[in-house]
């Protein structure tokens, strides 16, 4: 079964940038759409980037222009460069298949971003 391990978060000041990575241990990771998603305090999951097998992406509006997601299929990794970031970024970051499975939710990374 396909694991996803997200890595990369941390605390950083507004306007600063991370990169996340989400390692996948099976090459069926190759042939799927990914997503990159995010969970604030108080709030719903939310949906924050996907990129398909071929590379083609989408980024919500909020994050359009400071984020971009990219792949290594070589690597199995997906990537998410966060830029840019502001307070309200502030989110536990996981990675899924898109659309996403419940069974591939893994332990995601905190990104804390301070004012």
């Known amino acids: 079964q396909v694991q996803l391990v997200e890595s990369g978060g941390g605390l950083v000041q507004a306007g600063e940038s991370l990169r996340l990575s989400c390692a996948a241990s099976?090459?069926?990771?190759?042939?799927?759409?990914m997503g990159w998603y995010r969970q604030a305090p108080g709030k719903q999951r939310e949906l924050v980037a996907i990129i398909s097998s071929g590379g083609s992406t989408h980024c919500a509006d909020s994050v359009k222009g400071r984020f971009t997601i990219s792949r290594d299929n070589a690597k199995n990794t997906v990537y998410l460069q966060m830029n840019s970031l502001k307070p309200e970024d502030t989110a536990v970051y996981y990675c899924n298949f898109w659309p996403s499975l419940d069974a591939y939710w893994g332990q995601g990374t905190q990104v804390t971003v301070s004012s």
């Open positions: 099976g090459s069926i990771f190759r042939i799927n759409t």
